[in-house]
């Protein structure tokens, strides 16, 4: 009775360990991202191979953004492993403007002009969105479109996802923009003045919902990523230890009869 009452727990401990999850969770802080290709713009950090734009990169954030720099970034494991990504803290700026009918309504003449002889003024567009698209042996299994938060000084806002992005091998984060945007202005606050003190130019052709942007358009930031993996080198020796142990128990019991 006694060798029976230790050996159901030693089985059960062997099934606990081979049949449980082994989670490994972490954050992807973008502080300790290592480059792998200047050219590709392809860093590397906690087991992840991912895009981070060059151009503006200061070694401690995902930067997104469309002037000399990446729109999107795909997050794949070095060892090809399933994992889940439950949630970021994201942040942004817009220099996106539409074209609106009408003079500037505080009378300031600020960012007025004309387009087909109609008096027209430009206003941020401050409405930037991201895209987030989880992907399983090359099928869309997830995806979410977010408002970014923007703003002259935004902060960072943590944003959960629950299990959205659970089970997956490719996460890919996107900086959405408006189609069909294919002119730069310029620094819009350094337009030529007229005689009266009110800024203008005299015609850009943009009409009415139409956009442009200044020196470039938007950006989107991420200060982390909340991940986690099932991690194949730890379960591997756990299920061989599994069947040892099992093999082990089969033989005594052999033996005794």
């Given at each position: 009775?006694?060798?029976?009452m230790?050996?159901?727990p ?43 734009s ?12 469309d ?11 070095d ?6 990504v439950?949630?970021?803290e ?13 003079p ?90 007229d ?16 956009y442009?942007c ?6 989107l ?22 069947f ?14």
């Open positions: 009775m006694e060798r029976n230790v050996r159901t030693l089985l059960a401990s062997v099934f606990g360990m081979v049949f449980a999850s082994d989670i490994s969770a972490g954050t992807i802080t973008f502080d300790d991202a290592e480059i792998l290709d200047f050219d590709d713009e392809t860093f590397t950090e906690l087991g992840f191979t991912f895009g981070n060059i151009a503006y990169y200061e070694g401690t954030q995902l930067y997104l953004h002037d000399n720099g990446l729109l999107t970034s795909i997050f794949t494991r060892d090809g492993r399933l994992f889940s439950r949630a970021g994201v942040s942004g700026y817009s220099r996106l403007y539409k074209g609106v009918s009408g500037n309504p505080d009378g300031s003449g600020e960012l007025d002009y004309s387009n087909g002889g109609n008096p027209m003024h430009l206003e941020l567009e401050e409405d930037i969105y991201y895209q987030l698209e989880g992907y399983r042996n090359g099928s869309l299994v997830s995806s979410l479109t977010s408002l970014i938060p923007t703003g002259l000084f935004p902060s960072f806002q943590q944003t959960k996802w629950g299990g959205s992005f659970a089970d997956i091998d490719t996460f890919v984060i996107s900086l959405l923009l408006p189609p069909g945007i294919t002119s730069y202005a310029g620094d819009l606050y350094n337009w030529p003045w005689g009266n003190g009110s800024q203008y130019i005299a015609s850009l052709p943009f009409g009415p919902g139409e442009l200044e020196e470039w358009c938007a950006g930031q991420f200060d982390s990523l909340r991940v986690s993996t099932v991690p194949l080198p730890a379960t591997l020796p756990l299920l061989g230890a599994g040892v142990a099992m093999g082990l128990i089969g033989l005594r019991r052999r033996k005794r009869s």
